[in-house]
């Protein structure tokens, strides 16, 4: 079992739709971390939290560390947002655990 | 601030060849990743250093990869001989040593066995 679980694996959506990402964890965590990866392209960092919320344009972040999970949510999607979404958690011992990714299409 | 630099971008081989990655983290950062991605998957850690010692490299194929960082800032990884399955994205990355880090990834070695 991985210590990071995603789902869904894979989202389509309509242009505008309201999107949400889950993410479960089972290890102890300092932080959580989402982040984007574009086809062919590198991995950035949107978000790195370890409690309550966190908003950047249209991207906000949710953490409930007594229940584990986190959710990313986008608003008004749009085509540019397709991409592969990666949750992670780090724990004290600065380890990085990983989640499969969710692969997000959003069509026109 | 400059990112996390990584080359090459691209590399192709055949089976039983070898290969070297170069990273070069960010200035600062002690904590060096090297990842390995398989298309489809998540990355998944082949070595972690704190400095220019090894953290973990429990998920190394030590047969066959070897990583070091001299002087605690660039970081080399080598694949000898490569195999098919070694094909992927080497993905280095760099955090600051202790708390609650950014991670930050440099845009990927990708490898292609033949």
Partial sequence: KNEVEQSPQNLTAQEGEFITINCSYSVGISALHWLQQHPGGGIVSLFMLSSGKKKHGRLIATINIQEKHSSLHITASHPRDSAVYICAVTNTGNQFYFGTGTSLTVIP | EAGVAQSPRYKIIEKRQSVAFWCNPISGHATL?????????????LI?????????????????????????????????????????????????????NVLTFGAGSRLTVL
């Fill in chain 2, 33 to 45: 990743y090297w990842y390995q991605q398989i298309l489809g998957q998540g990355p998944k850690l």
């Fill in chain 2, 48 to 100: 972690q250093f704190q400095n220019n010692g090894v953290v973990d490299d429990s998920q190394l194929p030590k047969d066959r990869f070897s990583a070091e960082r001299l002087k605690g800032v660039d970081s080399t990884l080598k694949i000898q001989p490569a195999k098919l399955e070694d094909s992927a994205v080497y993905l280095c990355a760099s955090s600051t040593p202790s708390g609650a």
